[in-house]
């Protein structure tokens, strides 16, 4: 039979963490809603560990004295210390007295006089320190602190406010007109980024869940567009292939027709004068480009602007099973321009597509409720 832990005795207590939503998770299990925070910054690893492990936060918070009291009838009676439940070493009890903001008096000689302290409970750096922390990039903080609701959000208590900022980061991802379902698109992406292989699991979303039928087409110009697991697969899901010079339109009424093309080049955009000519002349007006969000950012953005450059309509994210932090996928997701169509969260060609793009890096980013 489980037994219920007793709330914890006032103080402040340090625990350090690894991301932003195990700081509020431990809050909310260890001290309550009432719980508040007083510092936060990061620790970076020392020595060799330096090399293989990454920052982590230092959070110090607080348990006030009258919600503890409430609850002192079920702990020892008498007892005024702060308890040891079980907590582990790295979350430990640094005072059993409620703090009190630094001045610039000696430390030698607290004052017993109440003062009447500032608000230091949930400031905007702290939030900001783990929204940073969660992977959020300047760009989007920065789309955050300067919206009308971000004051009102930095004063709510930290897992109150985390999950208001990851509601405010989906209305914002969401606010672009809603688009008809792809009928006839062109696959886009660099070398590597799985632009194949996003195909292959399109098509079987396509073909599995909405039951729809089609055929599939791959071109190439100057240079070579390797197939992989597209012939193979295709003809499992019983989707014709074809090689251009082909029909580019739907065979079926309501059916569909992709298009396989070769990679696209992120540096020079006269590389791309065949293929973006290609697609003018097809008049293919879907064009669906795929990233691999592994990549840096500096790969990224380069692949991102040469798919904004040949027309790209709606935005695919490949290997999310290799990226630990998804906050930078934001930055991307408020362009009105782009609509995200899936992320690609592992290897099957079957599954692994994640269609509610702005729900499931929130989940994976900050807390909901």
Sequence with gaps: MSTTMPPLAPGAYKFTVRSAEEAVALIREKLGPEARVLS????????????????????IAQIDAPAAEAAAPRLNQGV????????????TAVSSEPAEPATS???AEPSRTPLSRPDIRHTPVGIADLLRRSGLTETALTRLQSGAHWPEIARLPLHRALAETSRLLRERAEARPGR????RAAFLGTAGVGRTTALCKWLSTEVFRRARIGHVVTIEFDRPNPLGPLPVFAEALGVPLAHFPCETQPAVPGGFVYFDLPSISPRRASDNKALAEWLDREAIEERVLVLNAAYDRAAIRAAYAAGRDLGATHLVFTHLDEVPQWGKLWDYLFDAELEPLFLATGPSLTGDCEEDVSGAIARRTLPEN
């Design 80 to 91: 005024d210390e702060p308890v040891d439940q079980d907590l582990d070493e790295s979350f």
């Design 105 to 107: 008096a000696p430390a």
């Design 40 to 59: 936060v910054r990061s620790v970076e690893p020392k020595g060799l560990r330096k090399l293989f492990s990454s920052p982590q936060l230092e959070v």
């Design 180 to 183: 008809a379902p792809l009928s």
